[in-house]
Structure formats: C-alpha cells, structure tokens
C-alpha cells in the first residue's frame, strides 16, 4: 500500500526558510513523478512544484518560482521541497503527492497524497 508522510511543517516569520520532507513507501518510486501540492484556507489544492522521475526536470508554478526548490533523493525514497524567502501568502497544508507516469506538472496526473504538513508564515 502507498504511503506518503510529510514533516518538516511549522511557524515562521516573513523572509525565513522551511525545508519539508516526504518519506514515500510507493512501489514505483524511482519511475514516477513526485510533487508537492497546497491548500490554503479556504482554498483548493494546486500543485505548486514536481519532479520527475529522474530528478532532472523540475516544474513550478508561478507562486513559488525562484523561492522554492524541490528535489529527491532514490536512494532513500525521499522528496524534499525548500521553501526560502516566505510569505504570509504561502500560509498554507502542503501535501507530498505521487504520480503515475515518470513526468508529471498537472494536479489531476497525481493519484495519491499524503496527509500533509501545515506551514504558517506570519508577518
């Protein structure tokens, strides 16, 4: 059974830095695409960054371009998404979700998330 368990949540200021953690027990980790989503209060999930299988492309949305970066480690069937220079704006549970295809940038290409980690950024 898939399993996906974020950390690395918590409080911080305008301008400070997180590092979130997601640690994938999927069958298929090392060929499928990996990504982070968000849901504010309020609000939808997006996607705001993805990975594929490889680790060589990376995608982000607009929000996050150049603040962000994910990446992941196959060797430890990890996913990692640093978040610096943050906004309240980025307030927010953030979700580690897996794809089924070795590239992926759209929501609905994931199938499976995990059960999130909340990050508030105050001003």
């Known amino acids: 059974q898939e399993q996906l368990v974020e950390s690395g949540g918590g409080a911080v200021q305008t301008g400070g830095s997180l590092r979130l953690s997601c640690a994938a027990s999927v069958r298929s980790f090392t060929t499928s695409a990996m990504g982070w989503f968000r849901q504010a209060p309020g609000k939808g999930r997006d996607v705001i960054a993805s990975?594929?299988?490889?680790?060589?492309?990376?995608y982000y949305a607009d929000s996050v371009k150049g603040r962000f970066t994910i990446s992941r480690d196959n060797a430890k069937n990890m996913v990692y998404l640093q978040m610096d220079s943050l906004k309240p704006e980025d307030t927010a549970d953030y979700y580690c979700?897996?794809?089924?295809?070795?590239?992926?940038?759209?929501?609905?290409?994931?199938?499976?998330w995990g059960q999130g980690t909340r990050v508030t950024v105050s001003s």
């Open positions: 990975i594929n299988s490889s680790g060589g492309l990376t």
């Open positions: 979700a897996v794809a089924s295809a070795p590239i992926a940038t759209r929501g609905y290409e994931f199938n499976y």
